[in-house]
């Protein structure tokens, strides 16, 4: 019983910017890493950045620089600010959230339905 939902994402022209939102619910524990990744048409999903219950990072090499991932952990709720967007930022982008149970403390891994991010002229 863990839920997410994640929202934010749209149609924007290269070079503008969004910022995605996934917030976690249910019978969490604790969540150790939450994180984003992306699955473009045709493509395998990918990793794109997360960030840990201690506050550290990590980015694809792709995105360094011009995203930002952000934790708010009052509200289990993790967010993907994007700037500077290119066409081939387009894709699916899904929250990921690992953690453990409320209810006896076993490790969950729990995806968001998908937010789509669509970058062109």
């Known amino acids: 019983q863990v839920q997410l939902v994640e929202s934010g994402g749209g149609l924007v022209q290269p070079g503008g910017s969004l910022r995605l939102s996934c917030a976690a619910s249910?019978?969490?524990?604790?969540?150790?890493?939450m994180g984003w990744y992306r699955q473009a048409p045709g493509k395998q999903r990918e990793l794109v950045a997360t960030?840990?219950?201690?506050?550290?990072?990590n980015y694809a090499d792709y995105v360094k620089g011009r995203f930002t991932i952000s934790r708010d952990t009052a509200n289990d709720t993790v967010y993907l600010l994007m700037n500077s967007l290119k066409p081939e930022d387009t894709a699916v982008y899904y929250c990921?959230?690992?953690?453990?149970?409320?209810?006896?403390?076993?490790?969950?891994?729990?995806w968001g339905q998908g937010t789509q991010v669509t970058v062109s002229s």
């Open positions: 990921n959230v690992r953690g453990q149970y409320s209810v006896n403390y076993g490790f969950f891994t729990s």
């Open positions: 249910g019978s969490i524990f604790s969540i150790d890493v």
């Open positions: 960030v840990t219950s201690g506050g550290s990072t």
